[in-house]
């Protein structure tokens, strides 16, 4: 009995050890692949190798501590924004996760959710909503300097998602946040 | 035996979800897509052959009162491969199915065949009930995905049939999981009965 | 000769099915006038829609798919096509109204056998199906009154409820409970006239259609219950005039939302609730407090229909355990 299921497991763990060496570098390739491909689609010039050159921030705000990644982008050795990934716990269903593209003096170029689990056709609509140019939805364009980036229904300038205002408050906020990791680390000066 | 039945057997008379309805787990949960039902079913019906066969080759060798957790640790085995490789290679599906991947272990539609049919089978009669059951499995999986993702959003496997506002979305949350199940099963029972 | 075989008690009651249904459908209508009044032309497309494709969705799923006789005149799939209509905007496409429909007539009541064979009241799933499968359109409440000739395109507002669940309690203040009263205010087209939907409840008393047990039992539970909530919250604030705006409070959360029309009409829907008065009662007390509940925790603004639903799952345990008294002695 001991011997046989001492075998079955020494298989297993052999063959499962193999796999996992086999495997671990495409992994490995396939999420930096991932991460790239969202960098690139929310700021889209730069020459340099923002992945690399990746730090941390951390952003106190009511929200409590906020740990958010920056991917500056360079363009021949000049700092021409950054792609900061962060999140936001206060979303409908918890945890949203976006990546947003900051030009070098702060304004908005894209954004990206990476992970949220808001409802279906409500607050999972915010991938597109953001970004569409219809009345005071987008934020495309805008920086959170001059625009106050909370829903209108708190007195802010940007429209909340129809009938998903708890949705919209946290993705709004999880943009500041991001906006204060960048605007921040640029004044600490620790981006070079 | 004959391995047409059992391949038949497999995938209509004994059909894992609309007859014996097992896996449920995965079955609701995978399939608010054709895609997400479709990539399911195949990484069951890939566990399920190769557990199925190595069960079989190796059941006279586990002595009976630790067949269970060798069959387990067999199982998960290749669940974990599966897993490692899709994460490697198919990195999007993996994103979809992610959860529901490790989740294979547990459904019982592994152990069920394992116990029930390849530790008393030959391993080419075991080869032949995994490929009918997976696909079986595969087959109402990938139906269930493709009328919950035409009713929900409009689209079978990301085509656009009809504008996505139209569409109903309980159909893609859980509770359209159980209408449309429960209607399948019984326009099956009843195609099936005539 | 068609037998038919049912279990105990085996009473013939005063008045046949069909008979109650007009009843049913007679004591709605003071709150359907209210309901024109306010919502105009939208309210009247949305009920008839309703109706109509209640009817026809029975007599087809009957006609061709059991390949039944339709049975399409006991008047039932016309109150559970009124009653569907009663809890929707009143500027639903119609479209939208169908889907209700189906989901109502087909999946759940044809399925499970037609009427009497029902777990769930028909009209509460077609709405619950549409507020989940249409969000958008199930939460845009046209104002009342703005404009009667004005359909889809309704001005619109947000209900009292969801206005309490957003600013919180102090918003009390400034309601006018006389405007719920008459139903002056956004919801569902067939649920904002109070008195209107008290009359009918006079209505079905007097007629008795329905006994008073699972309506009183559901507005007392809320009102209870909505009342000890309010005052712990300004004894909390140590506010002046705690008691006034507790009551304020709980009077507020009975008059508004789909409460008077859920509890009076909805509940009381023989198919699906308990059959002894002891069992009504405890039936209706389940349903005031998971109204509450998720009126005051949940994610929605308003629980009735998913309280009376889930209320509705557990009448077969309550029939089961409060059993009638046997007549005659042992």
């Known amino acids: 009995m001991l011997w046989s299921l001492t075998l079955i ?177 640029l004044k600490g000066g620790n981006h070079e | 035996m004959n391995k047409t039945k059992i391949l038949l057997n497999g995938l209509i008379k004994e059909n894992p979800t609309f007859v014996l309805l097992l896996g449920m787990c995965p079955t609701l949960g995978t399939t608010t897509s054709a895609m997400g039902g479709l990539g399911m079913g195949l990484s069951t019906l890939f566990v399920l052959i190769c557990s199925n066969v190595v069960i079989s080759m190796v059941k006279s060798i586990i002595p009976d009162k630790v067949r269970i957790p060798a069959f387990i640790v067999i199982i998960a085995t290749f669940v974990t491969i599966l897993q490692l490789c899709m994460q490697a290679y198919l990195p999007e599906l993996y994103a979809t199915l992610g959860l529901f991947i490790p989740l294979i272990v547990v459904n019982c539609i592994l152990l069920g065949r394992a116990e029930a049919f390849a530790a008393k089978h030959t391993p080419g009669e075991s080869f032949f009930d995994g490929l009918g059951i997976g696909l079986g499995f595969t087959v109402a999986l990938t139906l269930l995905g493709c009328v919950r993702e035409f009713l929900g959003t409009g689209h079978i496997f990301g085509r656009p049939i009809y504008p996505e506002e139209y569409g109903s979305l309980i159909f893609i949350l859980a509770p359209g999981a159980f209408i449309v199940l429960g209607f399948l099963i019984a326009i099956i029972h009843s195609i099936k009965t005539r | 000769m068609e037998l038919t075989v049912s279990p105990a008690p085996h009473i013939h009651g005063r008045l046949s099915a069909s008979q109650c249904m007009y009843s049913v459908i007679i004591a709605l209508l003071p709150a359907f006038a209210v309901s024109l009044y306010f919502f105009g032309v939208g309210a009247l497309i949305v009920t008839l829609t309703s109706i109509l494709s209640c009817v026809v969705v029975e007599y087809l799923i009957q006609k061709f798919l059991l390949k039944v006789k339709p049975t399409i005149g006991d008047g039932s799939a016309i109150l559970t096509g009124l009653l569907l209509g009663f809890n929707l905007p009143s500027n639903l496409p119609v479209w939208i109204v169908i889907i209700g429909s189906i989901a109502a007539i087909g999946i759940t009541k044809m399925a499970f056998g037609g009427l009497g064979n029902n777990l769930f009241n028909p009209a509460l799933v077609g709405r619950v199906f549409l507020l989940i499968s249409f969000p958008t359109y199930m939460t845009q409440w046209p104002v009342p009154s703005a404009s009667r000739w004005s359909y889809t395109d309704a001005e619109t507002g947000a209900t009292l409820l969801s206005k309490l669940k957003e600013e919180g309690s102090q918003w009390v203040s400034q309601v006018n409970i006389s405007d719920l009263w008459i139903g002056n205010q956004g919801g569902s087209l067939g649920e904002v006239g109070a008195i209107a939907l008290l009359i009918g409840f006079a209505f079905l008393l007097y007629r008795r259609i329905i006994s008073w047990h699972i309506p009183v039992s559901i507005l007392a539970t809320v009102f209870v219950f909505s009342f000890a909530l309010g005052l712990g919250e300004e004894l909390s604030a140590q506010a002046s005039g705690a008691w006034q705006h507790a009551f304020d ?56 229909s998913f309280a009376i639903l889930i209320m509705n799952a557990f009448t077969p345990l309550i029939n089961n355990y409060v059993k009638p008294k046997r007549f005659g002695r042992a």
């Open chain 1, 9 to 185: 497991t020494a298989i297993a763990g052999g063959l499962l050890g193999y796999t996992y060496q086999l495997t671990e570098e495409p992994i490995a390739r396939a999420s930096k692949a991932s991460r790239e491909k969202a960098i690139q689609q929310v700021i889209p010039t730069y020459d340099n190798s923002p992945l690399d050159e990746q730090m941390t921030y951390t952003v106190h705000n009511e929200y409590g501590e906020t740990t958010a990644t920056i991917y500056p982008a360079k363009l021949g050795g000049k700092l021409a924004g950054a792609a900061v990934e962060c999140s936001n716990n206060t979303g409908y269903g918890g945890e949203i996760r976006i990546i947003v593209g900051f030009e070098a003096d702060g304004t908005i170029k894209d954004y990206q959710v990476l992970k949220h689990q808001e409802t279906p056709g409500l607050g999972a609509k915010m991938g597109d909503w953001f970004r569409t140019d219809k009345n005071n939805q987008s934020i495309i364009g805008k920086s959170p300097e001059e625009c106050n980036f909370h829903v209108t229904k708190d007195s802010g300038d940007i429209d909340a998602i129809t009938a998903a205002t708890i949705t919209s408050r946290a993705f709004l906020a999880a943009v500041r946040t991001a906006y204060a990791a960048y605007t921040e680390s």
């Open chain 3, 249 to 304: 409070f709980a009077l507020i959360q009975l008059l508004s939302g789909g409460l008077l029309l859920g509890a009076i009409y909805m509940a009381t829907d023989y198919v699906t609730s308990p059959m002894t008065s002891r069992g009504m009662i405890i039936y209706g007390i389940g349903i005031g407090i998971l109204t509450v509940v998720i009126r005051q925790w949940g994610g929605y603004p308003e629980g009735v």
